[in-house]
């Protein structure tokens, strides 16, 4: 289940990650013109104006046993 977004929706939430968020002002505007940087590239996961971001759900079913 791919989530589409538009750059700057995915640029303001790298921004509130954690470890983006707490650097100085200047590192994380060289982090994120570096990530804008990568979205710019033939590789980069893009189509049209939209950044594709991959999603998956993993659920686990588990059960109460006994103690041995």
Do not use: C, H, I, K
């Not at 791919?2 to 700057?8: L, S």
């Amino acid at each position: 289940n791919p989530r589409r977004m538009e750059v700057g929706e995915f640029l303001a939430g790298f921004a509130s990650r954690s470890y983006v968020a707490v650097l100085e002002p200047g590192e994380r505007t060289a982090v994120l013109a570096e990530v804008r940087e990568l979205l710019q590239r033939d590789d980069a996961p893009v189509e049209g104006d939209q950044v594709v971001v991959p999603m998956r759900t993993v659920a686990f079913w588990t059960r109460l046993t006994d103690a041995l």
